[in-house]
């Protein structure tokens, strides 16, 4: 009969364990930091992120070639708006994405080179989910634009591309972010300037004060 309480008892006591475990684990955030289900990242945070090492960012004439212009260095940088328990959807605001001219290349006929890529009408509203899904859309009535400038022989040429909107995946293997050929086109610029444009670049990893970044 003792055995019967005493076991009874800690079945009890596990329950009451499990009953205190459950609501903690669902307070986990949608991003933390240090590991899955880490420490929750603060809101007014800043996460940066430079492209994964050995890769490019590349922005070709079409979804299939490699006519364009590519750069090894880039970064993009967003401040946590929010970031509420998961599943759920995480906020940020895009405050900056910088391209390194001097490791830009163009193998566009006509073209010897790239002085420069500008991202304009900062900042952009960007969402991510629990499922790793990221979206970034520009501010109500703006469009996410390009402005590349290319050296040619005739000077420098300007080309404007616009995007509505930008669909990336994130990935808690290596703390990353893949745009794959997000379409831009062309708003102005010269005959050099391809009438369409398709952005692809792998950003890792994403950090939070230098501490890895997941998306839970």
């Known amino acids: 009969m003792r055995t019967r309480s005493l076991i009874a008892l800690a079945g009890a006591g596990t329950a009451l364990a499990l009953a205190w475990a459950t609501p903690a ?5 949608v991003l933390t930091t240090g590991s899955t289900g880490g420490t929750a990242v ?25 006519s364009g212009v590519k750069c090894t260095s880039s970064q993009f940088t967003a401040k946590v708006t929010s970031n509420p328990a998961a599943p759920g959807t995480a ?6 994405h910088t391209f390194d001219g001097s490791t830009c290349t163009s193998n566009v006929t006509g073209v010897l080179g790239v002085n420069g890529i500008t991202i304009n009408n900062l900042p952009y509203a960007a969402t991510v989910t629990s499922d790793g899904t990221l979206t970034v859309s520009p501010p109500s009535g703006s469009v996410i634009q390009a402005t590349v400038q290319l050296r040619t ?12 909107g930008l669909s990336g995946k994130a ?18 610029g010269s005959s050099l300037c391809f009438t369409n444009g398709y952005f692809t670049a792998k950003y890792a990893p994403v950090t939070d004060a ?4 997941y998306v839970n």
């Open 25 to 29: 684990s669902a307070a986990g955030t």
């Open 42 to 66: 603060a809101v007014g945070d800043t996460l940066t992120a430079p492209l994964a090492s050995g890769t490019n960012a590349t922005f070709y004439s079409s979804a299939t070639g490699t």
């Open 91 to 96: 906020t940020e605001s895009v405050t900056g």
């Open 153 to 164: 022989l005739l000077g420098t040429v300007t080309c404007v591309y616009q995007a509505p």
């Open 171 to 188: 990935d808690n293997a290596d703390s990353s972010i893949t745009f794959t050929n997000q379409q831009f086109t062309k708003s102005s």
């Open 210 to 213: 230098g501490v890895r970044v």
